[in-house]
C-alpha cells in the first residue's frame, strides 16, 4: 500500500507543478522547525538554483554530500553532488569523495544501513512567511540555509557505510566514473518511469520517493512491487535489448538517478570493470528473480534452487532466433530468464499457428525431455531473449537430485501437449465452419 505523500513530497510537486514560491515557504518552514532537515535544505537548494541565486546553494549542497555520505546514504550523495555542480561546484571532486567511502576497499565499509534522514514533520507556513514573495522570499530562503550551514553535523565524518550491491563491487576509481555518468531526473505523481514493452535503453536508482512496479494493464494489471531510495530498476536495459518486463510509475513526487545505456558503454572502454561487474551484478538479479518465480523451481525446496540453477548455463537469442523446432527430438530443456518467446504451430492446411507468447519464468523444451517425443511445436524469439539452457544430461543429473522437478515437469509437458493439440484441432474446426458455409 502507497505512503501519503509528507510535506516535503508535496513541495517538490509545487516546484515540479511550477509553483516555486509554495516550495519555498514549506521548504524555509521546514528548516527553520529543524535545521536537520537535509531533504529541506536539499530542496531550498534546488529552488535557489532555478531562481539564479547558485551561490548558498552550491556550499550547501557540497555540504549536504558530505552529510548524506556520513549517514551511508550513496544515492542522496550522488544527487546532491549533481546539484552542486550546477551551482557551479567541482561535482567531479565531490563524486570521488563518495566513491572513496562507498568503494571496493574501503575502510568504511561495512554491515550498516543507511541512517535514514528524519521525516518532516507536519509544519505550518507562518502568516509574515506566507505573504512574502518574490526577491524577499528567496533571501528568506538564503537565510535559512545559512543558518543550517552555521550548525555542526552530528553524524560521525568516518562512521560506517553499508556495502551496496554493484556499487562496493567497484573500486573507487571506476565507481566514481559510473557515478559521473548518472543524471538527476525528477517525476511528478503518476509519472511514467518505465513503460512495460517499451525498448529499454537506461537504468536507475531511487534517490527519494516510492515506485510502484506493475504488469499488465486495466484488469489485467498486477502489482510487483514497491521501490523505495536506494533501489535499483531497469538494469537489464543496459547488458540486453529485450523489452521492458513491467511498467514502474512515481507514486508521488519522486527523483532518480539515469545511467544510460550509450554512456555506460562508453565509460566501460576506460574501465572495463564496470560493465563486468555490472554484467554479474545482473545476471544474479535475473536467477534471483527466476529462484523467487519460476513454477518449475518451486518444485524444489528453498535451500536446493540455486544449485538447480547452478546446472543450466546461459544463451542469449536474437529476435527470430529458433530455441525449439518442431518435429525435432529436442535434447534441451530452456528457462526463459528475459525477453519474450513464441509458440507456434502448424495446422492441418500446413499454416503457422500461433499458440502462445512465454516470458521471463516459462519453460520450453518440455517435451522432448521428459515425454521423449519430437518437439510438437517451434518456438521463437519474439526479442532478444536470455534462456537458462539444461541439455538431457544436466536434466538427467537433476531430476535425480530433485525428483519433484520431474514430477513438475511431466504435469507442464502433458498439459501442454493438450493445450496444443486443442489450439491446432479448434482452428482446423473453424476453417471448416467457414468452408461450409
Known amino acids: 500500500m502507497a505512503q501519503a505523500p509528507s510535506v516535503l513530497d508535496d513541495a517538490h510537486a509545487a516546484r515540479l507543478g ?39 546553494a552550491g556550499e550547501v549542497a557540497s555540504r549536504l554530500v558530505d552529510s548524506f555520505t556520513r549517514r551511508g546514504d550513496l544515492p542522496r550523495a550522488i544527487a546532491a553532488a549533481k546539484v552542486a555542480g550546477a551551482a557551479g561546484e567541482s ?36 502568516p509574515a512567511l506566507a505573504r512574502t514573495s518574490g526577491d524577499a522570499l528567496l533571501d528568506a530562503a538564503e537565510g535559512a540555509l545559512q543558518r543550517f550551514l552555521a550548525t555542526d553535523d552530528g553524524a560521525p565524518a568516518d562512521g560506517a557505510v553499508p556495502t551496496l550491491p554493484l556499487f562496493g563491487a567497484l573500486k573507487p576509481g571506476a565507481l566514481a566514473q559510473l557515478l559521473e555518468g548518472m543524471t538527476l531526473r525528477e517525476l511528478g505523481a503518476e509519472e ?16 527519494r520517493g516510492s515506485l510502484a512496479v506493475s504488469r499488465g494493464s486495466g484488469d489485467e494489471q498486477t502489482a510487483l512491487a514497491q521501490l523505495g531510495p536506494g533501489a535499483i530498476v531497469g538494469e537489464m536495459a543496459l547488458v540486453a535489448d529485450a523489452p521492458r518486463a513491467g511498467s514502474v510509475t512515481a507514486e508521488a513526487s519522486a527523483a532518480v538517478l539515469e545511467i544510460r545505456r550509450s554512456v555506460l558503454e ?24 527466476l529462484v523467487r518465480h519460476s513454477v518449475i523451481l518451486r518444485s524444489v525446496s528453498p535451500d536446493d534452487r540455486q544449485a538447480v540453477v547452478d546446472r543450466f548455463t ?60 519430437p518437439a510438437n511445436a517451434t518456438v521463437r524469439a519474439l526479442s532478444p531473449t536470455v534462456a537458462l539452457e539444461l541439455s538431457r544430461d544436466g536434466f538427467q543429473e537433476a531430476i535425480r537430485a530433485h525428483p519433484g522437478l520431474l514430477q513438475e515437469l511431466y504435469e507442464l509437458a502433458t498439459k501442454r501437449e493438450e493445450e496444443t493439440r486443442t489450439v491446432v484441432a479448434q482452428e482446423a474446426l473453424d476453417v471448416e465452419d467457414i468452408v461450409l458455409l
Open 18 to 56: 511550477g509553483d516555486r514560491e509554495q516550495a519555498l515557504r514549506v521548504g524555509i518552514a521546514l528548516l527553520d522547525a529543524d535545521l536537520t532537515q537535509l531533504g529541506a535544505a536539499f530542496l531550498l537548494a534546488e529552488l535557489a538554483i532555478d531562481q539564479d541565486r547558485p551561490f548558498v
Open 91 to 126: 561535482a567531479g571532486v565531490l563524486i570521488a569523495t563518495v566513491a572513496e567511502a562507498f568503494g571496493e576497499g574501503s575502510a568504511r565499509q561495512g554491515d550498516a544501513a543507511p541512517t535514514p534522514p528524519p521525516l518532516p514533520a507536519s509544519v505550518a507556513v507562518p
Open 192 to 207: 511514467c518511469l518505465i513503460e512495460e514493452g517499451a525498448p529499454g535503453e537506461e537504468a536507475f536508482v531511487v534517490v
Open 266 to 289: 562508453t565509460i566501460a572502454v576506460k574501465a572495463p570493470a564496470v560493465g563486468q561487474e555490472l554484467s554479474r551484478f545482473c545476471r544474479e538479479r535475473m536467477l534471483a528473480n
Open 314 to 373: 546461459t544463451t542469449h537469442f536474437d529476435a527470430g532466433d529458433v530455441l525449439v523446432t518442431e518435429g525435432d527430438d529436442a535434447g534441451t530443456l530452456f528457462l526463459v530468464a528475459s525477453g519474450s518467446v513464441e509458440v507456434e504451430g502448424i495446422d492441418a492446411d500446413g499454416d503457422a499457428l500461433r499458440i502462445a507468447e512465454l516470458g521471463p519464468g516459462d519453460v520450453v523444451g518440455e517435451i522432448g525431455l521428459v515425454l521423449r517425443r
